[in-house]
C-alpha cells in the first residue's frame, strides 16, 4: 500500500492531505483565504499568492501530523501535487513547496490536474459506486461532462463555450446586489421563489454536450432591468431553474447516448447547489443508475481527491521531472 501527501493551492484554498491507496484519507486540512476577497467580489489572484505562501507550511505540517506522521520525515511513498490548471501566482507555491518537500525527504513527486483531481472525489466517499460513470464537473472556473471509464480513463464530452456555472452564478449574484461567493446565496433565495417568475431562454438545447452562460447571464440583467417589480427570490429560482434545466438536459442526452454508464456524479463547488443535487439523483432513479452526490467537503477544492488522482499518475506513469512547470490552462483533455 502506497501513502502520498498532497498539496492543492490551485485557487484561495490551501490544503494539504495524506491519502493511502486503498482510498482512505488519513488527514484534510483546508485553509481558506475567501475573507480576504469577499469585499473585492472575487478571488483577487495576488492577495491568494500571498495567502498561499503564509498558510502552506502550516497546513503541511497539520496534515502529517492529523495523520500521525513525523513532520519532519513522514513515512509517505510520494508528494502529489496541483500543477494545474489554475491561478499561476497560486499553482506556483504550491509546486514550489512540493519540490521543497521532495528534495528534502528524497521522496518523488507528480504534478497532477486539478480537474482530474475532481474525477476522483467518488473513489474516496463511495468505493462502491459501479463505473463507467458520467460526470458533471462544475465550479467557479469549469463546466464540464465528462464520461469516466475507469479511474484515470475519461472522455470530455462537452464543456462550456463562455462563462463556467458557478462564474455565472457569481456574476448574476452580483448583480443583483448579493455578497460573494453568490452561488450558495442565489441556491438560499430560490428555495422561496417562483421559477417562471422571469421568462428566461434555456441555452444550448442542440444535441451536443457543450455548454453555456453567458447569454443567460445577459438576459437576467435585461429581464430584471425591464420587470425591476419582480422579487429577488423569484429572479434567483428562475435563474437556478434554467441553469439546472440546462446541465440536467445534456447530463439526461448524454446518459441516452451511453447506455453503459452505470452511475452519475457531481463534482465541483456548484455541486452543492439544490437543484442540481435533487435533478441528478432525479435522473439516476429513473434511470436505475448509482448517484454520487458528494459531500460539501468533497465538493469544493481539497488535497485529498489530489492525492488519489496523484496515486493513480504516479502508479501509471511514474514521477514527474523536479523541472516540471505549472501550467494554469491545462485542459483535462490533455491529461493521459
Ligand atoms: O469548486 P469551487 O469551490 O472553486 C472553484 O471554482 O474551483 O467552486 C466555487 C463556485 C463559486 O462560483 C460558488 O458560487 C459556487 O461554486 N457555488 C454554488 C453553490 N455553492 C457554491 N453555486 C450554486 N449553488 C450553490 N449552492
Ligand atoms: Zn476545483
Redesign the pocket.
Known sequence: MSLALAIET??D?TAAAVVDSSWHVHSSVIESSIDQHRAFGGVVPELAGRAHLTTIAPVVRAALEGAGLDPHAPAIDVVAVTSGPGLIGSLLIGLSAAKAYSLAWELPFVGVNHLEGHLFAPLLERPELEWPLLTLLV????SLIVLQLAPGEHVVLGETIDD????A??KV?RWLGLSY????E??RLAVSGAADALNLPVSMTGDDFDLSFSGLKTAVVRATQKHPEVALADVAASFQAAVAEQLLRKLRRALETHPEVRGLALA???A???A?RRGVGEIAADAGVGAYLPSLAM???NAAMIAAAGLHRFAVSGPSDLGLSARPNWSLTEVS
Not at 465550479?139 to 469549469?142: A, E, T
Open positions: 490551485s485557487c484554498d465550479s467557479g472556473g469549469h463556467a456555472a458557478g462564474e452564478y457569481d449574484a461567493p453568490g452561488g450558495p442565489i441556491d465541483g463547488g456548484v452543492a447547489n439544490s442540481l465538493c469544493t477544492d
